[in-house]
């Protein structure tokens, strides 16, 4: 991919500004295209440290822990032990080397001289979680998005914590303000969909699985969620309405050769893969 970014400098602005999600960020892409960038002739006043910034997390990020070093050595040499983001960065290098209780001490210091550091406060809760002290991890996250509520990444990340607790009702609450910010997101709302269905409020999850496949008509999974959630349905609803069931049979046949065309599309129809979807969908929807 890095042959085909033309313009280094302008590619990690777009990161620095959020213009990509930063989960869809690459520290490798970050490593190959910050040389590039910083011999460019076109960098503004100042981008250069910025710059070094991504390249000393990018480096911490995928675990080469001197060349992030030697990186952090320049910014610190420029700016001093005391910036903000130089302490960050410390506590940056401190995650990757694992020492959490370092990194919470320097984030915690950032936030001494800056209460608004929602970062530092992001990360204390990251370095929390990952070393093993999850409820405080998660009382952490809460109190960030308290306070910054706009922050997408950080409530899915407070769901998938959730989730991995079981706690499948705060997960779904904020899967729900992933929902809010992001309506189009065809992957929050199949989580969604999937949360709702494990709690049994299988009406709603259909609703969330419909809302998926109308976004994205070739999305498996959210077919697949539309007919294992007509499949409970079925099983757990009483007193069904004859319209309404012959709803959900026209539903059920439309998943069904939905999946059967994606398949089909994709080329593995006779395949494999195809084989086995069709048995299935055979054995459990016909």
């Known amino acids: 991919m890095s042959s085909t970014v033309k313009n280094p400098v302008q590619k990690l602005r777009e990161w620095r500004n959020y213009t990509t999600p930063p989960s869809e960020q690459s520290p490798q892409l970050v490593i190959v295209l910050a040389p590039k960038a910083l011999k460019s002739s076109s ?3 100042g981008e250069e440290y910025e710059i070094r910034e991504q390249y000393t997390l990018a480096f911490a990020q995928v675990g080469k822990i001197t060349e992030a070093k030697d990186q952090y050595n320049i910014l610190e040499l420029k700016f001093g032990k005391t910036s903000s983001r130089v302490t960050r960065l410390r506590g940056a290098i401190a995650e990757a080397e694992g020492n959490w209780d370092s990194a919470i001490l320097e984030y915690s210091q950032a936030i001494e001289r800056d209460e608004t550091d929602g970062i530092s406060r ?5 370095a929390l979680w990952m070393s093993g002290k999850r409820n405080q991890a998660l009382d ?13 990444e950080g409530w899915f990340t407070l769901s998938n914590w959730y989730m991995e607790e079981y706690m499948f009702q705060q997960a779904a609450f904020c899967l729900e303000e992933c929902l809010l910010l992001r309506p189009a997101h065809h992957l929050y709302r199949i989580r969604y969909g999937e949360i709702l269905s494990t709690l049994g409020d299988h009406r709603n999850a259909l609703s969330a ?3 998926t496949v109308e976004m994205c008509a070739d999305n498996a999974r959210g077919w697949y969620g539309v007919l294992n959630t007509l499949r409970k349905l079925k099983r757990s609803s009483k007193n069904i309405s004859v319209n309404e069931k012959e709803k959900w049979d026209i539903l059920e046949k ?8 994606i398949y089909s599309k994709n080329g593995d129809r006779g395949g494999l893969v195809g084989k086995v979807v069709d048995i299935y969908l055979k054995e459990s929807f016909n």
């Not at 992001?122 to 990251?126: D, G, L, W």
């Not at 809460?142 to 997408?152: A, E, K, Q, R």
């Not at 439309?254 to 065309?261: F, K, M, N, P, S």
């Open 140 to 152: 952490a996250l809460s109190n960030y998005l308290d306070h910054f509520m706009s922050d997408i």
């Open 209 to 211: 699985f419909c809302g």
């Open 254 to 261: 439309i998943a069904v050769e939905r999946l059967r065309t």
């Open 122 to 126: 992001k990360r204390i809760a990251n």
């Open 43 to 45: 960098l503004l006043s």
